[in-house]
C-alpha cells in the first residue's frame, strides 16, 4: 500500500496546484445548492431532496472531471509512460487514481453538507447518514467508467468541453437541480431513462430513509457494466496503439 499512497499523496498536491479545478469541482455545487437549493428548502422532505440532489451533482463532478479531463492530460503529456516505468504494478496506479478521486469526492459532499448546516432547517438524520454517504459515494463512482472514457476519446482541450456536456444536462435532465417532477414534460419522459435520475433515486431513498425501487438501482448497475465493458475495450484499444 505504500506505493499507492504516496502516488495518492502526489496526485492530491498535484490536483491542489490547479485553482480553476478545485474551484470549479469543490466550490461550484456548494454554491449551486446556496443560491437553487437553499431557497426552495421550505420543509424536511424538500430539504432532503436538496440536500442531496446537489451531493450527488457534487459528487458527480469530482468522479467526472478527475477521471475524464485528467486522464486525457496524463495520456498527452507522457505521464502516462512515465508511470508504466515505474516498479508498482497497474492496479497500485489505478488504485491510487480511485483514492484520490474519492478524496475530492468527499470534500465536494460535504462542502454541500457544511453549506446545508448553516442554512436550512433540516439535516439528514443522523441514524441515515451511513446509508446516505454509502449511497451517495459508492453509486457517484459507478460513473468513475464514464469519466474513464471521456479521457479516452479526448485530447485535453476537448476534455473539459466534452466532460461538461455531458455532466452539465445529465444533472439537470437526471432532476438534480430540480425536482423530476418539476421538469419539463418532455425532459420528464426522458429522466427515467438516464443514469444520473437512478443515482438520484438511490440517494434520496437514503436520505429519506425510504425503500429503493428495484429498477433504480438496477438501471444504474447496467449502465455501470455498460460503461466498464467500454471503457475496458477502449483502454485495451489505447494500449495496443500505444505499446503494441
Known sequence: MNPVLRLCAFQIRETFRQPLYVVTTLLFPSMFFLFFGVPNATD????????????????????????????????????????RTLPVSPHALW?????????????????????????????????????FFLSLWGGGFLFASLGIIIGLVSNPRAAVPTANLIYLPLSFAGGLWLPPDALPRLVQKASE??????????VWAAALGEPVLSRWWMGLLIYQVIFAVTAVILMKRDEGLRFG
Not at 193 to 202: A, C, D, N, V
Open 95 to 131: 488504485t491510487a487514481k480511485i483514492l484520490t478521486g474519492l478524496f475530492f469526492a468527499v470534500l465536494a459532499s460535504l462542502g454541500v453538507m457544511l453549506t446545508a448546516m448553516v442554512s436550512v432547517d433540516y439535516l439528514v438524520p443522523n441514524a441515515r447518514l451511513l446509508n
Open 193 to 202: 431513462f438516464l443514469p444520473t435520475r437512478h443515482y438520484g433515486e438511490l
Open 44 to 83: 424536511e422532505r424538500a430539504a432532503l431532496i436538496l440536500i442531496s440532489s446537489f451531493s450527488c451533482f457534487a459528487v458527480l463532478g469530482v468522479v467526472l472531471f478527475q477521471f475524464g479531463v485528467s486522464f486525457a492530460q496524463d495520456r498527452a503529456s507522457g505521464w502516462m509512460l512515465h508511470l
